[in-house]
């Protein structure tokens, strides 16, 4: 007798079991429905919005206009006092161009000036050198003479052309 009333407890209470069952899948569909009734109830404010904003728009169009207008104006000045910055500092930059350039013209032509001096006491020194040299040599006091007026008139000679002995 037990298992038959356990039997059918259990059929009387599979109903039971079914509801039961199909919960979480019923509050999946409520969490669902909250949320999309969330989601309707913020596209029907954003709606409310646009819609307070456009009757606004209607009602302050002048007004807009006229800020409009006054932020066109500022920015014309504005304009106006960027373009006056950069044309002094254009005028700054095109004579500090040409100090500069005057400026290292000169520091070139002393660099050359330098230059040119070291390169001649050197190949003065040069010649002295070879001069000597020819001297212990045994060079005549002629061809030492011919030597020494070579190099007094610019002739320069080079390691490659010594001077004749």
């Not at 059929?11 to 949320?35: F, T």
Request: proline share 2%; with cysteine.
């Amino acid at each position: 007798m037990m298992g038959k009333v356990t039997g059918r407890v259990a059929l009387e209470l599979g109903v039971l079991h079914d509801n039961l069952a199909a919960m979480p899948a019923a509050v999946r569909g409520y969490m669902s429905r909250e949320h999309q009734m969330l989601t309707w109830h913020t596209l029907e404010g954003d709606l409310e919005a646009k819609q307070k904003t456009l009757a606004e728009m209607d009602k302050t169009k002048v007004k807009r206009v006229e800020e409009l207008r006054n932020d066109i104006s500022c920015l014309e000045l504005s304009i106006g006092a960027a373009r006056a910055e950069y044309d002094k500092i254009k005028a700054a930059n095109l004579s500090e161009t040409a100090r500069f350039a005057a400026e290292r013209r000169a520091e070139y032509m002393q660099m050359l000036e330098n230059f040119t001096a070291t390169q001649v006491a050197a190949a003065e020194r040069s010649a002295e050198v070879w001069v000597q040299l020819a001297g212990e040599l045994g060079a005549t006091a002629d061809e030492l003479a011919a030597v020494r007026a070579n190099t007094n008139t610019g002739t320069l000679l080079t390691a490659a052309q010594p001077p004749v002995v």
